[in-house]
């Protein structure tokens, strides 16, 4: 991003709103149709918003405000109109249809708007996934390569990129189909024909820190699908202005979002029916012990969500009445995870260990104090 104007580190960007208070001095009014208070950007029309995300010779946007619009925004405008209407400005503003082109302007402005249109696809690459958006992506392109030969490179670069990594989404979107398909499976032929036999957790993987590894390279396989996208449409599903009216959320795909939760769903069940399984109390209790010390292992690594899903699964009532088979167990590493789960305060403590599990990757060694899940 070097010689990009007014592009600010994250850490000196962002604010509670998500703007930078330095792009404006003033601490109230309206500029360019952008309303700021205190120095913070509080409402604007679409139009001026756009306005704002497309760079210019001698202006480029903040990388908070590029990733917070281009994630809000398809709340009011789809990816691809998004799109035609950025490119659209750039051609009027840089005069890109003009029979010569000013290769002296071009040559400012074209490093800032590939460096737009790579950080949209790195950050939302399944909106590249229309043909529409690949279509102007290779449109404004080809209007500025003719100034500098480089172009072509980057674009080639850029589609590569972005080639490859819609293809790692896609095996992994299929990966999601064939899991579901084979548990539906399983699930009929279960309830058909149940099996004469049940291998235990326990004749399987003895160690919990085994475990607690493998169940966080599933998490962060299954994490690694999700765009921010799929957090904002989820969640909506009704235009707020008319209830009648669904958003562009309509046709939402939140695919791996669904699968991810449908995966939390399944760990929990597998750690109440591992521990209800065996006959005998002492039995039990052993492996209630052994989901402690996974859970235990789980929070060292920093994979929270299993940790979640653990207790949560022992938090069962198939679980919780087994009052026999508690009295068996060592309770006090248990009552510490658990308190570190405790949604008192809107989960306080799981934010405190979560934000700390943050610090320790920035300062990692090793790929392992990197983990927070």
């Known amino acids: 991003q070097e010689g990009m104007p007014q592009t600010l580190s994250s850490t000196s960007m962002f604010t509670p709103c998500g703007f930078s208070p330095h792009l404006h001095t003033s601490k109230e009014g309206e500029q360019g149709g952008l309303i700021f208070q205190d120095g913070n950007l509080t409402s604007a029309s679409l139009d001026a918003l756009i306005q704002h995300l497309i760079p210019t010779t001698d202006y480029y946007p903040e990388k908070a405000y590029i990733f917070t619009f281009l994630l809000s925004s398809r709340l009011f405008i789809e990816p691809h109109e998004l799109l035609s209407r950025v490119c659209h400005k750039c051609i009027e503003q840089q005069r890109l249809d003009d029979p010569v082109l000013d290769k002296a302007r071009i040559k400012k402005f074209g490093p800032k708007i590939l460096q737009l249109l790579t ?54 979107q299929e990966g999601i189909v064939k899991i579901s398909t084979a548990v539906s499976d399983k699930l009929v032929a279960f309830k058909t024909k149940p099996p004469s036999i049940q291998r235990e957790i326990l004749s399987v993987c003895s160690d919990p820190y085994t475990l607690a590894q493998q169940l966080t390279h599933v998490e962060l396989e299954r994490l690694s699908h999700i765009g921010p996208e799929e957090f904002v449409q989820a969640f909506v599903h009704k235009d ?19 699968a991810y939760v449908k995966w939390f769903n399944r760990l929990c069940y597998l750690v109440a029916t591992e521990i209800c399984m065996p006959a005998k109390k002492k039995q039990r209790a052993q492996v209630i012990e052994f989901f402690i010390d996974v859970a235990r292992e789980c929070f060292n690594i920093g994979n929270f969500n299993s940790l979640m899903a653990i207790i949560s699964g022992m938090n069962m009532s198939p679980v919780s009445r087994l009052k026999k088979t508690w009295s068996k167990v060592k309770t006090a590493k248990f009552f510490i995870l658990e308190h570190q789960m405790d949604p008192t305060g809107n989960f306080y403590n799981y934010r405190t260990a979560l934000r700390g599990a943050a610090h320790r ?6 790929n392992r104090e990197k983990v927070g899940v």
């Open 119 to 172: 950080e949209w696809t790195e950050t939302f690459p399944y909106d590249f996934q229309e043909e529409r958006m690949i279509g102007h992506l290779k449109d404004m392109i080809h209007r500025i390569a003719p100034c500098d030969e480089a172009y072509w490179k980057k674009m080639n670069q850029l589609l590569q990129a972005l080639n490859q990594k819609l293809a790692t989404l896609s095996h992994g």
């Open 361 to 366: 990757s920035l300062t990692a060694h090793s």
């Open 240 to 258: 707020p202005l008319d209830g009648t009216k669904t958003c562009f959320s309509e046709q939402k795909k939140t695919s791996n979002l669904e």
